[in-house]
C-alpha cells in the first residue's frame, strides 16, 4: 500500500470512529476543515507512526505543521523515504 | 483596596480602549458609566455571585462590573457539567446567578440577573464597597470541579512586576478567561493600555485568526496546542504579533521553534503557571524546559524542586480551596507543590508529567483510573493501564495497554482482538468524551508491576 493510501484509509478509519464525515479528500483541502478536529488529527499521526514506523512532526524540533491534506501526505513521504535511506544505510554497514 | 473598575477609572483615559468578541465591541468608556446587567447590577452588592454566561465577552462585562461589589465571584467556566452546578451553590453560598440563558429553574438560588453583550447607561453606578473573593473551578481528581479562591491582588500579582506595558497593545488569547490563563491575560488587558480581543463559543480558529488580525492584535495568547491548531490554519498569516505567550500546557522546543520560524517579528515566550499557584514564571530564551538558575533564586517568586515537583511560593498564589474536604494548599513553609515532575539536565529543568498520572491533552485533563475503569467494563478484559503517549499535535494522548482474561485470550490467533478493540472503542464513543478515548489500544500478557505503575505512567 503506497504512502497517500495509508493515510487516507487511517484518515477514512477514524472519521468512522469518531462518527464524523468527510470533505473529499483532496491534496488541497484544509486539513483543520476535513472533518477532522486536532484531537483526532492527533490520534491519525499516532496510529501512522504504528503503521509506518514514522512521525514526521516528531522527529526533528524543527517541526513544520501541515496545512492541507497534501502538505500532511509530503512529510509521510519524506520522512518514509528518509527513513527507507537510513536504514539501508545500516543494513550495508558490517557486523 | 482595588477593583477592575477602579483601577480602569485611575488609569489615565480609557478612549479607544475595546472589548472585542465575536458579535461587535464594547467600548471600555462606556462600560466605566454603564451596565450589562440591565437594572440588576444594585441588588448584586454584597452577594455570593455565579457568573454563568454561554458567551465570553458576556463574562467578561459582568466580571468587570461585580468586581468590588459582589462579596465572592464564581466564575464557571464553558465546559462545566450542569450536573456540579448544586454542591458549588451550597458551598460558596451562592445567593446570585448572573445568566446570558435561562439557567435551571431547579438551582436553589432565587435571584438571577440577565447579563448582555451590550451596555446600557446606568443611573448610577454603584461604589466599589469591598474586596472581591474570586473562586475559579479547577477539575479534581473524582470529576468534581475544586474551588480555588483568589483576591484581585493575587490576580494582579504577577503583573505588577511587568514592565509598564506600551499604549498600543492589543491582547488576544485563545484561552477562555474563565480559566486561570485566561483571566490572567483579561487583567493584563485591562490593568494595561490597550484592548482585548475574546474567542466567541465554537468559533473556528481560522475565523478567530483573522479577526486578531483585523483589529491588529500585537500579544496573543494560548497554549501550545492552540498554537498549533493557529500554525495548521490558513490564516495563520492574518495575524503579526509582537509577542507571543504560551502556558497552560508544556511548551517543547518543536512549537517554540516553529513559531520563532513563523513569526520572525514576535518574541516567544512560554510562562508556567497553575490555578494554585499561580503565574511562576516566564521563560524567554527561546527553549523549552526552564534554567535551573531560577531554582532557589531570590524574587517575587520562590521556586523548589521537592521530591521531583516543582513547588512555588509567591503573593500570586490562590489564597485557599473552599470547601472542607480539601488538604491545604500550601506547605509548611508556604509553598504550593504544583505536583508538576520536573527533571535536570545539565543547567537546565524539563517538565515531565503530572505526579497524579493526570494526561493532558491539548488542555483537557484524563484521569487514567477513569478511562481504565471504562476499559475494565469489558467481559474480556482482565486489567488495563493507560498512559500518555507524546504527541506533536495535542501534547500528549492517551494511550491503553490492556490484559485480556485468561479464557478470553486468543493467543496467537489474534482474530478476537480486532472485534476487542472495536467492542472496547464503542464502549468509549458511548460514555467518555473523546479526548479521553485511547489513540490506540495494545493487548499485552501483563503489565508492569504495580509499584512501577506510576513511574510507568510518567513515559
Redesign the interface.
Same mark, same amino acid.
Given at each position: 500500500m503506497s504512502i497517500r493510501s495509508t493515510v487516507i484509509s487511517e484518515v477514512e478509519q477514524i472519521a468512522a470512529?469518531?462518527?464524523k464525515g468527510l470533505a473529499p479528500l483532496t491534496d488541497q483541502l484544509? %486539513?483543520?476543515d476535513s472533518g477532522l478536529d486536532? %484531537? /483526532? @488529527? /492527533? @490520534?491519525l #499521526? /499516532?496510529?501512522l507512526e504504528?503503521a509506518l514506523g514514522v512521525?514526521p512532526?516528531?522527529e526533528?524540533?524543527? #517541526?513544520?505543521?501541515?496545512?492541507?491534506l497534501g502538505d500532511f501526505i509530503r512529510s509521510y513521504e519524506r520522512s518514509y523515504e528518509n527513513a527507507a535511506k537510513h536504514h539501508d544505510v545500516d543494513s550495508r554497514q558490517p557486523g | 483596596m482595588t477593583s477592575i473598575r477602579d483601577s480602569l477609572a485611575r488609569a489615565s483615559g480609557c478612549s479607544g480602549r475595546s472589548l472585542w468578541g465575536a458579535a461587535g465591541g464594547i467600548s471600555l468608556d462606556d462600560l466605566l458609566c454603564g451596565t450589562a446587567l440591565g437594572g440588576g447590577a444594585a441588588q448584586l452588592t454584597g452577594r455570593s455571585v455565579l457568573v454563568a454566561t454561554r458567551d465570553q465577552l458576556t463574562a467578561a462585562l459582568a466580571l468587570i462590573e461585580l468586581d468590588g461589589s459582589a462579596r465572592r465571584l464564581i466564575v464557571c467556566p464553558p465546559d462545566i457539567s450542569p450536573e456540579h452546578l448544586p454542591a458549588i451553590i451550597a458551598t460558596a453560598g451562592v445567593d446570585a446567578i448572573v445568566s446570558d440563558h435561562d439557567p435551571d429553574d431547579r438551582l436553589a438560588v432565587a435571584l438571577r440577573v440577565r447579563c448582555s453583550p451590550q451596555v446600557t447607561r446606568a443611573k448610577s453606578v454603584p461604589r466599589d464597597r469591598c474586596a472581591t473573593e474570586w473562586l475559579l473551578l479547577t477539575s479534581g481528581t473524582t470529576g468534581a470541579p475544586k474551588m480555588v479562591a483568589h483576591s484581585f491582588a493575587s490576580l494582579t500579582a504577577p503583573i505588577g512586576g511587568s514592565p509598564r506595558q506600551e499604549g498600543d497593545v492589543v491582547w488576544g488569547t485563545f484561552y477562555d478567561i474563565r480559566r486561570y490563563g485566561g483571566l490572567q491575560i483579561f487583567f493584563r488587558a485591562l490593568l494595561g493600555r490597550g484592548s482585548f480581543v475574546l474567542c466567541g463559543a465554537g468559533e =473556528?480558529?481560522?475565523d478567530f485568526l483573522v479577526r486578531l488580525g483585523s483589529h491588529g492584535a500585537t500579544h496573543v495568547s494560548g497554549t501550545p496546542?492552540h498554537w +498549533?491548531?493557529a500554525?495548521?490554519?490558513?490564516h495563520?498569516r492574518a495575524i503579526a504579533p509582537r509577542y507571543v505567550r504560551l502556558s497552560g500546557e508544556i511548551a517543547d522546543?518543536?512549537?517554540l521553534? &516553529?513559531l520563532r *520560524?513563523f513569526y520572525p517579528q514576535a518574541r516567544v515566550g512560554h510562562a508556567f503557571a497553575s490555578t494554585e499557584a499561580g503565574v511562576g514564571f516566564e521563560v524567554n530564551d527561546g527553549l523549552e524546559g526552564f534554567p535551573a538558575s531560577l531554582v532557589g533564586a531570590p524574587g517575587d517568586v520562590h521556586i523548589r524542586v521537592h521530591d521531583g515537583s516543582l513547588r512555588l511560593r509567591s503573593a500570586r498564589n490562590a489564597v485557599g480551596y473552599l470547601g472542607e474536604e480539601h488538604p491545604a494548599l500550601t506547605d509548611d513553609d508556604g509553598f504550593v507543590d504544583t505536583g508538576d515532575m520536573v527533571e535536570r539536565r545539565g543547567d537546565r529543568y524539563y517538565f515531565l508529567g503530572r505526579r497524579s498520572g493526570v494526561i493532558n491533552?491539548?488542555g483537557l485533563k484524563v484521569y487514567p483510573e477513569e478511562v481504565e475503569a471504562a476499559i475494565n467494563r469489558h467481559p474480556a478484559v482482565r486489567m488495563s493501564m493507560v498512559r500518555p +503517549? +507524546?504527541? =506533536?499535535?495535542?501534547g500528549a494522548?492517551v494511550?491503553a495497554d490492556v490484559v485480556l482474561k485468561r479464557e478470553s485470550d486468543p493467543g496467537t490467533a489474534g482474530g478476537p482482538l480486532v472485534e476487542y478493540r472495536q467492542e472496547i472503542?464503542r464502549i468509549f464513543?458511548e460514555r467518555l468524551a &473523546?479526548?479521553k478515548v485511547p489513540? *490506540?489500544i495494545r493487548f499485552v500478557p501483563a503489565l508492569e508491576m504495580a509499584a512501577a505503575v506510576k513511574l510507568a505512567r510518567h513515559a
Open positions: 470512529e469518531n462518527k484544509v %486539513l483543520l486536532s %484531537l /483526532a @488529527i /492527533a @490520534i #499521526v /499516532a496510529r504504528e512521525d512532526f516528531s526533528s524540533d524543527d #517541526v513544520s505543521y501541515p496545512v492541507t | =473556528p480558529i481560522g496546542s +498549533r491548531r500554525l495548521m490554519s490558513p495563520a522546543q518543536g512549537i521553534n &516553529a *520560524t491533552v491539548g +503517549r +507524546r504527541s =506533536p499535535i495535542t494522548l494511550i472503542l464513543h &473523546a479526548h489513540a *490506540t
